[in-house]
């Protein structure tokens, strides 16, 4: 299990007390702040500030230890918000002191704990199987440019893993007929795309692949990631990306075999499906630049020159599925 702890710097001892305690216990500290030197620039305000949000997101739990500090309600917030376990813990009460409370304290989905440092251990574990569902679940990002073989390969993976594949033409396909490629066409995917996301990570299955065209010049694409990679560690799934890479002429050949077309109504107009290839080359990219995926679980494939089933298993093989 993971924990992250919010409070402010004056209790910067208090917090390594019980961060060191609950690793005794077996559980994973998602990141600790209270190692940072003081923030100089506003570049580190932003690093430090990307890290505490990646550790809430990572965490089962959050321990809001009072008094906090002037990021700490922003936290509690977080937590709320990606519906983490959280507790506020107060040696002398300060929760129910009317001067010091706030409205956030009294939300039912709250826990509070008064008292003892051994009293708020006591608390975290006691009810440990109450907290987010166990991290098994898989969500697997498939992306790279059109026709480079995601759906293919996330078929093969599919077949060889249980996990569930979710291409992104499903929500496209269906929406096309009736708003073309407008933007009532996308952003209802886009809704559609969060609600089974939603739905499927509160579930009990496997896991998920979805397959993506990450533009890496719009910053609108950046953040639909991050919104549904939140949306599955919240739930405690652990998240791997996979980017698929090959050269344009044999993606211009696999724009047009039958079961890519089979599969995909809207690409059934050759003629347009390449021209959109092609044109998008020049103002979208589509391939990530070295270090620029950060993701701790992540795998990058030239599969130009591989089946589906050998890629697949190069998936399997390097995450242990």
Request: charged residues 25%; hydrophobic residues 35%; contains cysteine.
């Amino acid at each position: 299990m993971k924990f992250y702890l919010a409070s402010s710097f004056a209790n910067k001892q208090q917090v390594r007390e019980i961060s060191e305690r609950l690793k005794q216990s077996g559980w994973k500290h998602t990141y600790d702040w209270t190692r940072n030197e003081k923030a100089v620039t506003l570049e580190d305000l932003m690093e430090i500030g990307q890290k505490e949000k990646d550790g809430i997101a990572e965490s089962d739990i959050v321990i809001l230890i009072l008094p906090g500090g002037k990021g700490s309600h922003v936290e509690l917030g977080l937590a709320l918000g990606l519906n983490k376990r959280v507790i506020i813990y107060s040696p002398n009460d300060e929760v129910s002191d009317f001067s010091q409370t706030t409205t956030f304290y009294h939300l039912p989905e709250v826990e509070t704990c008064t008292g003892s440092i051994e009293d708020l251990l006591n608390k975290v574990t006691e009810n440990q199987n109450q907290t987010v569902k166990d991290s098994n679940m898989k969500f697997v990002l498939l992306f790279g440019p059109q026709a480079v073989g995601k759906m293919t390969v996330g078929r093969e993976l599919e077949r060889i893993t249980g996990l569930k594949l979710f291409h992104n033409h499903m929500t496209i396909d269906l929406l096309e007929p009736f708003f073309g490629f407008g933007p009532e066409m996308w952003k209802l995917s886009g809704l559609f795309r969060q609600e089974v996301f939603n739905t499927f990570a509160a579930g009990d299955q496997k896991g998920m692949i979805f397959t993506f065209v990450w533009a890496f010049n719009e910053e609108s694409d950046w953040k639909a990631v991050g919104k549904m990679c939140d949306t599955f560690r919240s739930k405690g799934a652990d998240i791997y990306f996979v980017e698929l890479e090959a050269g344009v002429e044999e993606r211009l050949k696999r724009n047009r075999t039958p079961y890519r077309l089979q599969e995909k109504p809207t690409k059934r107009n050759i003629e347009q499906s390449e021209q959109h290839l092609l044109s998008t080359m020049d103002t979208l990219r589509l391939n990530s630049v070295e270090g620029e995926i950060k993701e701790k679980h992540y795998l990058r494939i030239n599969n130009e020159n591989l089946e589906p089933s050998q890629v697949a298993e190069m998936i399997k093989q390097t995450f242990n599925f």
